[in-house]
């Protein structure tokens, strides 16, 4: 047995640099647009008032309409956490091996995808065998590279574009139409995230067009119009 060196800090050193979390439900029936951004402001205070670094604060909404049940889920940083962990950005090269890496792919199969400046979209082509290896698909599988060259989250089936913050809810909106799938059920559509100012906004957790765009507005609001914004959509059920 050895004790660690400064074994008696140990325990606060950890919580000082641990994400904080924080959990908000309520039981709305056909919630509002209203109703999804008073509990994401509600979240996002309560997690600032835990120690988060505003502009670390992220928060994913889901609402199920069987249930009715709205739920806020806000993560981020503390600010010692976030001033510990900034790094130098890596170069092109060392973001495309990281992809690679990651979509598990030689670097010359690996393309960029969309450029949205703090984050960055790789796509690689696998083939994926079905039918006990009878048929075959060919499919891209994306990969959001940020600065540091930290895959921040694997899509498969995925596409991203980026747009100016200015004429990105018109972009989104596009892109939802564009694949959305319609069957027997009415409308199913694809799964959303957004990258903005480096990080991955899952939106998700919401059933309609509309509910998505009006949280990506409230994501993207006070952006200068010509900043990047990186938009990814994938198939449910990928």
């Given amino acids: 047995v050895r004790v660690a060196p400064n074994a008696a800090v140990i325990s606060a050193i950890g919580t000082a640099l641990a994400l904080v979390r924080e959990v908000i439900e309520r039981t709305v029936v056909n919630a509002t647009e209203a109703d999804m951004l008073g509990i994401r402001r509600e979240a996002a205070e309560a997690l600032i008032r835990a120690g988060a670094a505003a502009d670390t604060v992220t928060v994913e909404l889901e609402y199920d309409a069987r249930t009715a049940v709205l739920r806020a889920v806000a993560t981020g940083q503390t600010e010692l956490r976030e001033r510990d962990l900034t790094e130098e950005a890596v170069g092109d090269e060392e973001r495309m091996a990281a992809a690679a890496k990651s979509l598990r792919a030689e670097p010359e199969q690996v393309e960029t995808a969309a450029d949205g400046g703090l984050l960055r979209a790789y796509r690689a082509r696998h083939v994926r065998k079905r039918l006990f290896g009878l048929l075959s698909e060919d499919r891209d599988t994306l990969a959001l590279i940020d600065q ?12 991203a574009v ?20 319609y069957g027997d059920a009415g409308a199913e559509i694809p799964q959303v995230f957004l990258g903005v100012r480096g990080r991955v906004v899952n939106l ?20 200068p119009a010509e900043e990047q914004v990186l938009i990814a959509i994938a198939p449910r059920g990928a």
């Avoid at 980026?162 to 990105?168: C, F, L, N, V």
């Avoid at 509910?211 to 994501?219: G, N, S």
């Fill in 148 to 159: 540091q060259g930290v895959t921040r989250l694997l899509l498969p089936g995925g596409a």
């Fill in 162 to 181: 980026a747009s100016q913050a200015g004429r990105a809810k018109e972009a989104l909106a596009e892109e939802i139409e564009r694949h959305t799938r």
């Fill in 204 to 223: 998700s957790g919401l059933a309609s067009r509309e509910q998505v765009l009006t949280l990506a507005e409230a994501e993207m609001e006070g952006l």
